[in-house]
């Protein structure tokens, strides 16, 4: 039986309530008096100089309010390069270029607004492959760089280079040798509720952004040091989440949209809201950051990994966001997932005049997890092992210090891998050839925390009340993934209360204390741990009241008792039981002394105590608050990339079993087992929601799902041309928790949001070799590159 | 601007408006009677967030064209509660199964789903996948929601 009253039980998502009756307020739904609605203009060309704008008709039309063009408002770079402005002014280099803005009464006339709007253009020769992007007689991109320094390549200043041990020693180590190019594709991040917010200023110039981000923090902050730099010195802001509508990546970077919305809202006086449309959703929002690989891998006769040299080159897009970023969780994989003496990882971003990239669920890690576990299983070939095989002799162990010098603490991916070959039947079903086919590939990720910041800090503050009400002021962020309901499971646990007493507050930056943000799957942990803190000072003080008033209640109550009942004996009892906080405890909403937890006197209900105990006088009054700033001990990457930055990791693996239709191409996924390690389950029904939504994402991330470019134009912005998955596309997903609690982790808890999609891809691509023996490494693999594939080794048989 | 009046019952109310004749239902749900349930997640009827149900049948409001909504009922996701406030049981079976996460189909899921059930109150799980089909989830994978109407379907008590 579990030692805990709440965590680890599937607390159901009551709190959420608002969500299944319609009441939750999304940022459309948000509506602030006086509001205008905002709309853009986006390029019509790839790249061009903006000759003129013309705005007058469009300011003209009735209910316009305001209208902007990088000619109206400060040229003021933003971004993670600072190489774009707010408004584009004179060059165009992408189509989602903002090129002018309107407010208006209504987003219809708005609309209407940008019909008005002449912008002519003057056609820039561009570049849409990365590859020739980095070519000396390319179009640049840039013509100078954020100091105004001129740019002579279009290759980016981030030289992403890795290093651990010595290839060439590896090579001569080496057996076997395999050697792969693989490809990764824009995907989008589709978001149910489209991207937008509402900025709003005060007449002292101090801004409330409503906004989606699942940065508050760190999103607050680009926007005060826009707001400086456009000359509003002084201006506070305050970010506030209205309930978000899945993010995945799309809310960590801060988009131009909402500083183009804060424009408008300085000119007008007055909120204003900008909303995408779905079309704008897939045109104007970065998606995730594809990559080109080369991918040499090597082992010796026992299987055991010799090296492995990665190549990559990303394809920024026009301007840089966290796309540019990933490799810094690409070298997770490619230096640490199986044990490889003899790492070299180089990764090159360049600018091209296609769409700029940003994050999406895993960053970097689906990508070169993709590169590395289908390569796993070129090796396995080579070397005539069988691939399960070949990753358990390379398994990764506790107490690792991995050759990018992360600590793996628990680490049960041999348990993971079993699971999962003893699930699908690996050693009956696998190297059939028959159209049915199997194969794995498993994932490292961070699970708590990532330091990509100097801090990696988390605030919680913990508030209760004389009913014994307890409010959470949670510094994180709810896009989805239900961590209000695991947060009141924790805190329940961690101060003795129950969970339907636990209300959370998150995401608002004046009432929040401060964190680095909702990503790389840290808030449980983070939130967890910093909540353990926060209540166990909020426990002390209860205890402490319960010490002060408890003998005066229990006197209290036996003077009644004797008072109804004449026969009544007086009890001796023996006050030291509760003469100390130490010697008491809570649970479950009662206070009892630890010694003898039953005690028919000293057993108490909280608010008993609390009654007595808070608002009671001058001089005796007391508040019960628990504040806790937890920032984990991990390390920034050091120059040479390498450095502990998460306090542990989570591992996994997915197999699946797929059957191909050599006449259609298709394939269709016939099992998929998903074995996480997560620590400890906080609740294992949400748990395994993580691991469906993850790993039907990353089922369409292999399969079907492509944000297609033509010379920079996205041309399938809509449901219909691109293709998720819908409820009729059935993926047979069967989540396997595995439970090893980290003692690191909140209760043992580890990070689940992102893993489950990271090694799916991967495993269905090995599961397609199996059935057919063809390897696609280039994503989604379509039913059409199947038959291309098909069709190309029969013309090679014959 | 041309305008239309319509009546029509809205969650067992008799309503008239007079909106443009260009206005769709979700439109006037949201602008008219703050009915902010019903969601517009693509605004062309692909993805199913703006579902609400008309005669019976789960329809998306964001294509349906209000003179067309003339005489007939409509049932959004906010007219589906107890009139104590109590939730109906696919509220509380989403709710129980985890078949909502960040909650933006879940209003038009809730609706497509109780569309099936009245008309079908013991379907398969190919039924429901078909029942939930013009839905589209990012966050669930389905599993869990197809899970969550198995469940409402076994505990529901009386019609729904």
Redesign the interface.
């Known amino acids: 039986m579990s030692e805990y009253l709440y965590v680890g039980k599937?607390t159901?998502?009551?709190i959420?309530?608002d969500?299944?009756?319609?009441?939750?307020?999304?940022i459309?739904?948000l509506r602030r008096p006086g509001m205008l609605f905002g709309k853009i203009l986006y390029s019509r060309y790839a790249h061009a100089k903006i000759k003129s704008i013309d705005t007058s008709k469009a300011e003209k039309l009735q209910g316009v309010r305001a209208v902007l063009t990088g000619r109206d408002i400060p040229e003021v770079r933003v971004g993670f390069l600072k190489d774009q402005t707010v408004l584009k002014k004179d060059v165009v280099r992408q189509f989602r270029d903002e090129v002018a803005a309107v407010a208006a009464t209504s987003p219809e006339i708005a609309e209407e607004a940008l019909g008005l709007i002449e912008v002519e253009y003057e056609e820039l020769p561009a570049v849409f492959d990365p590859i020739e992007a980095m070519k000396e007689d390319a179009p640049l991109v840039h013509e100078i760089d954020a100091r105004g320094r001129p740019v002579r390549s279009n290759i980016l200043p981030l030289p992403w280079k890795f290093s651990a041990g010595d290839i060439e020693q590896g090579r001569k180590d080496s057996a076997y040798i395999a050697k792969d190019n693989v490809r990764t594709t824009w995907v989008n991040?589709?978001?149910?509720?489209?991207s937008g917010c509402v900025a709003e200023f005060d007449m002292n110039n101090n801004l409330t952004l409503y906004s989606q981000t699942n940065v508050p923090f760190l999103g607050k902050q680009r926007i005060v040091e826009y707001l400086r730099n456009i000359g509003l010195k002084g201006s506070r802001v305050r970010v506030v989440n209205p309930?978000?509508?899945?993010?995945?990546g799309t809310k960590l970077d801060t988009d131009i949209y909402e500083f183009i919305a804060v424009q408008l809202a300085l000119r007008t006086r007055k909120p204003v809201k900008i909303l995408f449309?779905?079309e704008e959703e897939f045109r104007a929002l970065p998606p995730r950051q594809p990559a080109i690989f080369e991918i040499e891998q090597g082992c010796d006769k026992e299987g055991k990994l010799t090296f492995r040299k990665v190549e990559a080159i990303l394809d920024n897009g026009a301007y840089t966001s966290w796309g540019a970023t990933t490799p810094s969780v690409m070298m997770m994989p490619i230096s640490s997932l199986y044990r490889v003496p003899n790492v070299s990882f180089n990764a090159t971003c360049v600018y091209t005049n296609n769409i700029y990239c940003q994050a999406m669920r895993g960053y970097g890690n689906p990508q070169a997890t993709f590169a590395v576990e289908t390569s796993m299983d070129s090796l396995a070939e080579e070397a005539g092992i069988d691939p399960a095989e070949l990753r358990l002799i390379n398994c990764n162990k506790p107490g690792e210090l991995t050759p990018m010098r992360l600590k793996i603490t628990t680490c049960p991916l041999d348990r993971c891998i079993k699971t999962v070959q003893e699930k699908i039947n690996w050693k009956e079903k696998r190297g059939k050839r028959n159209g049915r086919g199997i194969g794995m590939a498993s994932l490292i990720h961070v699970a708590g925390g990532a330091r990509v910041y100097k801090s990696d800090g988390h605030g919680i503050m913990v508030k209760v009340d004389q009913n014994g009400n307890v409010d959470v002021l949670e510094s994180g962020t709810d896009?989805?993934?239900?961590s209000p309901t695991v947060i009141s499971q924790m805190v329940a646990e961690a101060l003795g209360f129950r969970p339907e007493d636990v209300s959370i507050t998150l995401g608002d930056t004046a009432l929040c204390l401060w964190d680095a943000g909702t990503h790389a799957s840290r808030h449980t942990f983070m939130a967890g741990n910093a909540a353990i803190r926060a209540c166990d000072k909020a426990k002390k003080q209860i205890l402490e009241m319960a010490v002060e008033h408890m003998p005066e209640i229990v006197e209290y109550k036996l003077k009644r008792k004797e008072r109804k009942d004449p026969d009544f004996q007086m009890p001796d009892l023996d006050y030291s039981l509760i003469s100390e906080p130490d010697k008491l405890d809570i649970k479950d909403r009662y206070i009892f002394p630890k010694n003898q937890p039953e005690h028919p006197y000293f057993r108490m209900e909280v608010s008993e105590v609390l009654t007595r105990g808070l608002h009671v006088g001058t001089g005796e009054s007391k508040v019960v608050v628990g504040e806790a700033f937890y920032d984990p001990p991990t390390e920034m990457l050091d120059r040479e990339m390498k450095g502990n930055y998460s306090c542990t990791y989570a591992f996994g693996t997915t197999a699946v079993e797929v059957e191909v239709d050599r006449e259609t191409g298709e394939v269709k996924i016939l099992n998929l087992f998903a074995a996480h390690d997560v620590g400890r389950a906080m609740n294992p029904?949400?748990v395994?929601?993580q691991i469906?939504?993850?790993?039907?994402?990353g089922v369409g991330y292999g399969l079907t799902e492509q944000l297609q470019l033509r010379n920079g134009r996205v041309m399938n912005p809509?449901?219909?041309d691109y293709k998720?998955?819908?409820?009729?596309d059935?993926?047979p997903?069967v989540p396997l928790v595995i439970e090893e609690p980290d003692a690191d982790g909140p209760f043992g808890a580890k990070g689940i949001g992102e893993p489950g999609l990271v090694p799916t891809a991967p495993a269905i691509a090995n599961a397609i070799y199996d059935a057919i023996g063809v390897r696609i490494t280039d994503l989604p693999i379509t039913a059409e590159k199947v038959l291309v594939a098909l069709k190309k080794k029969a013309g090679e048989q014959s | 601007m041309k305008k239309v009046s319509v009546s029509f019952t809205l969650n067992g109310e008799p309503v008239t408006i007079e909106v443009p004749t260009t206005w769709n239902l979700l439109k006037v749900l949201r602008e008219c009677f703050e009915l902010n349930g019903a969601k517009e997640g693509c605004g062309v009827g692909e993805c199913g967030c703006c579902t609400v149900i008309v005669d019976g049948d789960a329809v998306n409001s964001c294509i349906y064209p209000i003179p067309e909504i003339e005489g007939r009922s409509v049932l959004s996701v906010e007219g589906i509660s107890g009139t104590d406030g109590g939730l109906h049981p696919l509220q509380k079976a989403f709710l129980e199964n985890n078949a909502v996460q960040c909650g933006f189909c879940t209003s038009g899921m809730i609706m497509s789903a109780k569309a099936l059930l009245d008309k079908n109150p013991e379907p398969t799980e190919d039924e429901i996948r078909t029942g939930i089909s013009g839905n589209f989830c990012r966050c669930t994978g389905y599993v869990q929601i197809v899970e969550a109407i198995e469940m409402a379907a076994k505990n529901k008590e009386g019609n729904f």
Do not use: H, W
């Open positions: 599937s159901p998502r009551t959420e309530t969500k299944v009756t319609g009441r939750a307020v999304y459309s739904d991040q589709c978001c149910m509720g489209t309930i978000v509508g899945g993010s995945f449309t779905r896009q989805g993934q239900g029904t949400l395994k929601g469906y939504g993850a790993a039907y994402m809509n449901f219909r998720m998955l819908t409820a009729k059935v993926v997903v």
